[in-house]
């Protein structure tokens, strides 16, 4: 009892950059640095392990991307209660579709991790959402489920997954709540500003101010997503006036 | 310290049986029945809960197709490390297929569960597949990631996945032992007998005899497996010799 063991563990300091960099995507410590780099390993790096086995992305991708379904799958079963199979198979094929795969592996600036032999400007958009996935089936393989599930929810369905958005019943939170503004008669003013700080990724907030209040806040890596974020909490906030107007 | 807590459950005799039944075929405890009970409910029953949600199990099979196809990526991720993404997705397919899901409901006559409001002559082949499937989403909805994976290893993986027999390489273990039989002039016997015992589902038990010496079991729902299954013994028993002969 009571006394704390610390763990020595030396890395180059290249190492110890890619583990921090990675920590901070993930939320959580990684323990096989391994695992990671070979998630973000084209195919044209000809490594191989003892055994001659290719050491890139692909196989990670492959299991990334169940692993993503199930998630999705689950998550949806419990948010959406009375929706179908067929309505949970199309909820699902649009969370994880190929644009929005990219999309989220862009917004993680994942290709600056990207070791490969041709030069990156030949990649296509598609290696985004390649390395988000293999990044998923990496931390399965280091960590586990749990795991895997918690980095999910934290970068697919917390910021992205919007039932409402999804079924077409919403197409803008920013739109929906300028109609408002604008049939109330009131002022509103979205401040947007950069606030990148110390990240390696550009990052742009906005305050969203109404009738000389702050009412709502967001942070994206772009301007547009931002004030999405804003208005959604703000439609959240005013959500039983807001829906009047309908 | 050291006292026991014994929770006591009052079930319907109807619901005891189905508890047990249960129980035997997943290999450890259901917790909440009603789940089970969904993923045998056809969607002729129009029951639906207290928000009107219809209560049947075509939701579950949409959960337990993902949860499937996971837990199956990634025990081929890691029983074969050389194969590429392809290989890896083709693999799958062949273990995940409509066929195979079928037979695997079948074997464990799941059936007998399924509670409809339609002739049960009238269900096609795929009911079979299609409350297996739902069973892995109503473990998986029960009691987690960790227990269905110990369903799917113990129902699909272990009895059923054979990488060199998916891979085409191997067909059918019992003409390959045929085949070396034959070549070394050596007197074998499949003495096949009837092993239902206390079983609900039809049992076949087969002893694989070489030279007046029993070398391996294997029991199924059927003669064609059971000696499949022993034939594969004794080729992993006598693999040296055997290959061989190739």
Redesign the interface.
């Known amino acids: 009892m009571g006394f704390i063991r610390k763990i020595l563990i030396t890395r180059s300091k290249k190492d110890e950059l890619f583990y921090r960099e990675l920590k901070s995507i993930l939320g959580f410590r990684p323990v096989n640095l391994n695992i990671y780099k070979k998630a973000f390993t084209h195919r044209s790096v000809k490594n191989t392990?003892k055994?001659?086995?290719?050491q890139n992305y692909?196989?990670l991708?492959?299991?990334g991307?169940?692993?993503l379904?199930?998630i999705?799958?689950?998550y949806l079963?419990k948010k959406a209660?009375?929706?179908?199979?067929g309505y949970?198979?199309q909820m699902?094929s649009k969370i994880v579709s190929r644009e929005h795969l990219n999309e989220l592996g862009r917004d993680l600036n994942l290709i600056k991790f990207v070791t490969s032999n041709i030069a990156k400007s030949k990649f296509g958009e598609n290696i985004n959402g390649n390395v988000f996935e293999a990044l998923i089936?990496a931390i399965?393989?280091d960590l586990g489920?749990?795991y895997c599930n918690k980095f999910v929810y934290k970068q697919v369905i917390k910021p992205h997954v919007d039932i409402p958005k999804l079924e077409g019943k919403i197409t803008s939170y920013k739109s929906l709540f300028i109609e408002w503004c604008q049939k109330e008669k009131k002022e509103f003013i979205f401040d947007v500003y950069d606030d990148t700080g110390n990240s390696s990724i550009r990052y742009f907030s906005v305050k969203l101010i109404l009738e000389d209040k702050i009412i709502s806040k967001g942070r994206a890596t772009s301007k547009k997503k931002a004030e999405e974020i804003a208005a959604k909490r703000a439609y959240y906030a005013f959500q039983n006036e807001i829906s009047k107007n309908k």
Chains 1, 2 share one sequence.
Do not use: Q
Request: net charge negative; charged share 20%.
């Open positions: 392990d055994a001659g086995n290719p692909e196989r991708e492959f299991l991307d169940a692993l379904g199930a999705i799958a689950s079963f209660p009375s929706g179908n199979e949970l198979t699902r089936g399965y393989s489920y749990a």
